[in-house]
């Protein structure tokens, strides 16, 4: 899986960007991100405008799976 196809998953399965996750950014509160760095993709906590436990990834793909699992855990606990 790549980050568009990411990004297209997420929004089929209801995750709002800036709200329930963010791409290469950080969001107004507190979301988990994902972004990649020297080609290499790692996931993240944005908290308080930085980037928390960052977990690098060996390929894209296995960072996308991992963030689809983040994102459907965090969308479980503030949205009930």
């Given at each position: 899986m790549t980050i568009v196809e990411l990004k297209k998953h997420l929004n089929k399965i209801g995750a709002i960007?800036?709200?329930h996750y963010v791409i290469?950014?950080?969001g107004d509160g507190d979301v988990h991100g994902i972004?990649?760095?020297n080609g290499?993709?790692?996931t993240y906590y944005s908290e308080r405008g930085n980037r928390h436990d960052k977990k690098y990834w060996s390929?894209?793909?296995e960072a996308c799976e991992k963030f689809i699992s983040?994102?459907?855990?965090y969308m479980k606990e503030i949205d009930s």
């Open positions: 960007e800036g709200y290469d950014a950080l972004a990649s760095e290499k993709h790692y390929s894209e793909d983040l994102v459907t855990e």
